[in-house]
């Protein structure tokens, strides 16, 4: 499946994030072959998580799909550029690959404050693909910090 169609599923688990007022991010896994086996989106406000971030989600699918931890020769694919907590979860689950969309200004871990998941000091270094399909996560997230704000 080509990245766009994948972070198209990511945008569709977003917007089903405003449902329960999350902030609308959303995020996929898929093997080696292509085939999703995770899928997540924020559920901070629904479940009273902290970590109930949709890339944590999606790991925590996929890890048990796979049966264990190591999601090595998989990538995520989400809507925004992680915060910290994620890089390290992206790390320690070994995936292979990162791509995301919007950059985050404000929290981002892979390039716009931090780049912890490119840090040589770490045993593991994802490939990373930014900016896919940036400006429909980024027009996303506007629309909903604008209703909460207003």
Do not use: Y
């Amino acid at each position: 499946m080509a990245t766009e169609q994948l972070m198209e599923q990511a945008l569709l688990l977003a917007e089903s994030a405003l449902v329960d007022g999350d902030v609308p991010v959303g995020a996929v896994i898929v093997d080696p072959s292509g085939v999703v086996i995770g899928r997540g989106r924020n559920t901070r406000e629904r479940d009273g998580d902290p970590t109930g971030h949709a890339e944590i989600v999606a790991i925590r699918e996929a890890a048990e799909v796979l049966g264990g931890w190591r999601l090595e020769g998989c990538t995520l694919v989400v809507t925004l550029e992680p915060c910290t907590m994620c890089a390290g979860a992206i790390v320690a689950a070994r995936l292979a690959g990162l791509v995301f969309g919007a950059f985050d200004d404000k929290a981002g871990a892979v390039g716009s404050l931090w780049d912890v998941v490119r840090d040589r000091r770490l045993n593991h270094r994802p490939e990373v693909v930014s900016g896919v399909l940036a400006d429909r996560s980024a027009t996303l997230l506007r629309s909903f910090f604008a209703n909460h704000r207003g």
